[in-house]
T-cell receptor, first 108, second 116 residues
Framework: KNEVEQSPQNLTAQEGEFITINCSYSVGISALHWLQQHPGGGIVSLFMLSSGKKKHGRLIATINIQEKHSSLHITASHPRDSAVYICAVKETGNQFYFGTGTSLTVIP | KAGVTQTPRYLIKTRGQQVTLSCSPISGHRSVSWYQQTPGQGLQFLFEYFSETQRNKGNFPGRFSGRQFSNSRSEMNVSTLELGDSALYLC???????????????FGPGTRLTVT
């Protein structure tokens, strides 16, 4: 049983395209995190959400608590956005659960 | 401000040996969490320490243990290594904004452990 499901698993886009990555979860949460992992392993926290919507540059993250769903949007995608994007939730019982990641490749 | 540092960055051990990994959090951060990442299982939560106390623990056997020191630096130890313990071990530190019920995490570069 996966507490966090992401889709799609793999995504290839042309530079400039609008990209959406989806995350659904099955547990009660206190926060949802979107993480970015580049080849070589380093992880960067992009967003932490508990409600609503956040925007940082070309990245937008939304969460619908009632539907247990979050989306990460990338506007005007660029090759440097190529990375694995991981959805993670902090359960109200304080456990962390991770999605399996979405591998994004943006082609120039 | 310096980021989260982990040492060593790479490590090769033999089955049956034990290993200790170290994590120095961002100055002022009191919470340190540890994660294991493998190609098969993805990222999994190991444990979290706050003020020298283990606050949460994931679903890992007792061979995996950790501790946190008074300066918030943390170590994790894996005893009797198995081939399946080969993984990238990541630590993350955070302020502990319990009033909000959640907190942003800052990840270290990881220690890549290979067990042969």
């Amino acid at each position: 049983k996966n507490e966090v499901e992401q889709s799609p698993q793999n995504l290839t886009a042309q530079e400039g395209e609008f990209i959406t990555i989806n995350c659904s979860y099955s547990v009660g949460i206190s926060a949802l995190h979107w993480l970015q992992q580049h080849p070589g392993g380093g992880i960067v926290s992009l967003f932490m959400l508990s409600s609503g919507k956040k925007k940082h540059g070309r990245l937008i993250a939304t969460i619908n608590i009632q539907e247990k769903h979050s989306s990460l949007h990338i506007t005007a995608s660029h090759p440097r956005d190529s990375a694995v994007y991981i959805c993670a939730v902090k359960e109200t019982g304080n456990q962390f659960y991770f999605g399996t990641g979405t591998s994004l490749t943006v082609i120039p | 401000k310096a980021g989260v540092t982990q040492t060593p960055r790479y490590l090769i051990k033999t089955r049956g040996q034990q290993v200790t990994l170290s994590c120095s959090p961002i100055s002022g951060h009191r919470s340190v969490s540890w994660y294991q990442q493998t190609p098969g299982q993805g990222l999994q939560f190991l444990f979290e320490y706050f003020s020298e106390t283990q606050r949460n623990k994931g679903n890992f056997p007792g061979r995996f243990s950790g501790r946190q020191f008074s300066n918030s630096r943390s170590e994790m130890n894996v005893s009797t290594l198995e081939l399946g313990d080969s993984a990238l071990y990541l630590c993350a530190s955070s302020l502990d904004l319990l009033v909000f019920g959640s907190y942003e995490q800052y990840f270290g570069p990881g220690t890549r452990l290979t067990v042969t």
